[in-house]
């Protein structure tokens, strides 16, 4: 577009936002004012799906015109910031992951870690897909309560339980993944109060270094969750379960971490846990019905990256569990509960260009989005691919900046992108999963909206959070 159509629509892009916010007119529901005109040009039928557009993002070709029309009508119709996840994307993954360990894993049972994209419509898709539901808190258990999920296909592990929580998880007869002696004790007492019986794990840290990023570390021995195998907690943990009346043990769990890119993790644990249930067999005659190797498979972040595949993972662990069935004489289910892997590379964060200044050191693309709407690279140095949508002429060396009050808010760090106007727009890849989840109203901006793109279909499947919403739970003392 030339520079000064491209402010005209800029300025009236501006006009249009400063109509209250109703002015994002599908998820506000009840009668926002009419708006003008789309500032933009429509898509000409034919020129390709809003599925296209994404997958042409993915591709580095956002300078295509079905790319720049497809993400300026998603911009147009919804507002920006905008989560946008791609159906056939979500539903293609969990795929992926069947066929690896179908192929390999006759008994076989696979979880979706909900806290990766906790979005209702997400979590359905996958329940469609058949895959059971791995929750960390009550929130989550409600979720999949509320999805129809059974009790027994939800499995709850966290490492730190409230007494409701293990309440509801117990009601409903959800299998509870217990982390330490205080929290098997608690499940005892609630389960005899209720008249029930608790089905329940262990999660075992089997201290094994997948080498990833440190917060996302789990299976060291020096992180918070699991029972250690190495010096015995794990095993008297179990060896205590089996004298209690109101528990009944059937599984073993370790979960070595996340974002993990290479199988080496996945079978030193593999390995450790099958050893571990020969041991209980052999010393308390216990008999798992399933072992869980938890979540963690690792995408590319990168552009040419390639990592580790659900096929590969599954072939690097099959021999290992023959190995390890083969010394137990029985063979448990292998449960898997990847998060990340079915919805990230689904996601897109569609942000809004505010501003472009250049310092005597760099240069800075201000958006519409911050780490309040995508934590992750302020969190964990995580690094997202960015395409500025539009023509690639005039490459800098640029940061994109959220617009948090933080020196740290920064999005992506020194990459070579075209220097976009006041009102273009960015998408940075791979958000669909720890990104919406992790979103905070942080600096008083209210949540971002989420759409779920089928084809060149598009619905909200969250409403855009508003002003008020920031103050829904609060009260001046006196003042009512
Ligand atoms: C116990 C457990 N299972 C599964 C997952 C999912 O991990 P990912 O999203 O890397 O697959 C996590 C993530 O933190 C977890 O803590």
Same mark, same amino acid.
Not at 388 to 403: E, M, S
Not at 419 to 438: E, N, T
């Given at each position: 577009?030339?520079?000064?159509?491209?402010?005209?629509? @800029?300025?009236?892009?501006?006009?249009?936002?400063?109509?209250?916010?109703?002015?994002?007119?599908?998820?506000?529901?009840? &009668?926002?004012?009419?708006?003008?005109?789309?500032?933009?040009?429509?898509?000409?039928?034919?020129?390709?799906?809003?599925?296209?557009?994404?997958?042409?993002?993915? *591709?580095?070709?956002?300078?295509?015109?079905?790319?720049? *029309?497809? @993400?300026?009508?998603?911009?147009?119709?919804?507002? =920006?910031?905008?989560?946008?996840?791609?159906?056939?994307?979500?539903?293609?993954?969990?795929?992926?992951?069947? $066929?690896?360990?179908?192929?390999?894993?006759?008994?076989?049972?696979?979880?979706?870690?909900?806290?990766?994209?906790?979005?209702?419509?997400?979590?359905?898709? !996958?329940?469609?897909?058949?895959?059971?539901?791995?929750?960390?808190?009550?929130? $989550?258990?409600?979720?999949?309560?509320?999805?129809?999920?059974?009790?027994?296909?939800?499995?709850?592990?966290?490492?730190?339980?409230?007494?409701?929580?293990? $309440?509801?998880?117990?009601?409903?007869?959800?299998?509870?993944?217990?982390?330490?002696?205080?929290?098997?004790?608690?499940?005892?007492?609630?389960?005899?109060?209720?008249?029930?019986?608790?089905?329940?794990?262990?999660?075992?840290?089997? &201290?094994?270094?997948?080498?990833?990023?440190?917060?996302?570390?789990?299976?060291?021995?020096?992180?918070? @969750?699991?029972?250690? !195998?190495?010096?015995? *907690?794990?095993?008297?943990?179990?060896?205590? *379960?089996?004298?209690?009346?109101?528990?009944?043990?059937?599984?073993?769990?370790?979960?070595?971490?996340?974002? %993990? =890119? /290479?199988?080496?993790?996945?079978?030193?644990?593999?390995?450790?846990?099958?050893?571990?249930?020969?041991?209980?067999?052999?010393?308390?005659?216990?008999?798992?019905?399933?072992?869980?190797?938890?979540?963690? %498979?690792?995408?590319?972040?990168?552009?040419?990256?390639?990592?580790? =595949?659900?096929?590969?993972?599954?072939?690097?662990?099959?021999? %290992?569990?023959?190995? &390890?069935?083969?010394?137990?004489?029985? $063979?448990?289910?292998?449960? !898997?509960?990847?998060?990340?892997? @079915?919805?990230?590379?689904?996601?897109?964060?569609?942000?809004?260009?505010?501003?472009?200044?250049?310092?005597?050191?760099?240069?800075?693309?201000?958006?519409?989005?911050?780490?309040?709407?995508?934590?992750?690279?302020?969190?964990?140095?995580?690094?997202?691919?960015?395409?500025? %949508?539009?023509?690639?002429?005039?490459?800098?060396?640029?940061?994109?900046?959220?617009?948090?009050?933080?020196?740290?808010?920064?999005?992506?760090? /020194?990459?070579?992108?075209?220097?976009?106007?006041?009102?273009?727009?960015?998408?940075?890849?791979?958000?669909?999963?720890?990104?919406?989840?992790?979103?905070?109203?942080?600096?008083?901006?209210?949540?971002?909206?989420?759409?779920?793109? /089928?084809?060149?279909?598009?619905?909200?499947?969250?409403?855009?959070?508003?002003?008020?919403?920031?103050?829904?739970?609060?009260?001046?003392?006196?003042?009512?």
């Amino acid at each position: 577009m030339f520079p000064r159509a491209r402010a005209f629509v @800029f300025w009236l892009m501006v006009l249009a936002l400063v109509v209250p916010s109703g002015a994002l007119r599908a998820e506000s529901g009840a &009668g926002p004012a009419p708006l003008p005109e789309p500032p933009v040009t429509v898509p000409a039928a034919g020129m390709g799906t809003l599925h296209d557009a994404l997958q042409l993002a993915r *591709a580095d070709q956002a300078d295509h015109p079905a790319a720049i *029309a497809g @993400f300026q009508r998603l911009a147009w119709e919804f507002g =920006t910031p905008l989560y946008i996840y791609d159906r056939a994307t979500i539903i293609g993954q969990a795929r992926l992951v069947k $066929e690896a360990f179908g192929a390999r894993f006759p008994r076989l049972k696979l979880f979706y870690a909900a806290k990766a994209n906790t979005s209702l419509a997400v979590m359905s898709l !996958l329940r469609q897909q058949g895959l059971g539901m791995e929750t960390i808190s009550g929130g $989550e258990i409600i979720a999949a309560l509320r999805l129809g999920v059974p009790g027994p296909d939800i499995l709850f592990t966290s490492s730190s339980k409230s007494p409701w929580e293990i $309440e509801l998880a117990l009601r409903e007869g959800v299998l509870l993944n217990l982390d330490s002696l205080d929290e098997l004790a608690q499940v005892e007492v609630t389960a005899a109060r209720l008249g029930t019986t608790a089905r329940v794990s262990f999660r075992v840290n089997p &201290g094994v270094d997948p080498h990833t990023i440190h917060q996302i570390n789990t299976g060291i021995s020096e992180s918070k @969750f699991g029972l250690h !195998l190495a010096g015995g *907690a794990a095993l008297a943990a179990y060896r205590r *379960a089996l004298r209690l009346r109101h528990v009944q043990v059937v599984g073993l769990h370790c979960h070595i971490g996340s974002q %993990i =890119t /290479d199988p080496e993790g996945y079978v030193l644990a593999a390995g450790k846990v099958l050893e571990f249930a020969r041991e209980l067999k052999e010393q308390l005659g216990l008999q798992l019905a399933f072992i869980d190797l938890g979540g963690g %498979i690792g995408i590319p972040y990168h552009d040419g990256e390639t990592v580790m =595949t659900p096929a590969d993972l599954a072939a690097a662990l099959q021999p %290992i569990w023959q190995k &390890g069935i083969a010394r137990l004489g029985y $063979e448990p289910t292998l449960w !898997l509960e990847p998060g990340r892997f @079915f919805v990230a590379p689904a996601g897109f964060l569609l942000t809004r260009v505010n501003s472009v200044k250049t310092t005597p050191v760099k240069t800075f693309i201000n958006v519409d989005a911050g780490f309040n709407t995508l934590v992750r690279p302020a969190m964990y140095q995580a690094y997202h691919r960015v395409r500025v %949508i539009g023509p690639k002429n005039r490459v800098v060396k640029a940061d994109l900046a959220g617009n948090v009050c933080e020196t740290g808010d920064i999005l992506a760090a /020194d990459r070579m992108l075209p220097r976009p106007q006041p009102g273009d727009l960015a998408v940075i890849l791979d958000a669909g999963a720890y990104g919406f989840a992790m979103a905070s109203e942080y600096n008083s901006r209210p949540l971002p909206a989420e759409v779920l793109v /089928d084809g060149d279909e598009v619905e909200v499947i969250r409403g855009r959070g508003r002003p008020d919403d920031l103050f829904r739970h609060q009260r001046i003392p006196g003042s009512w």
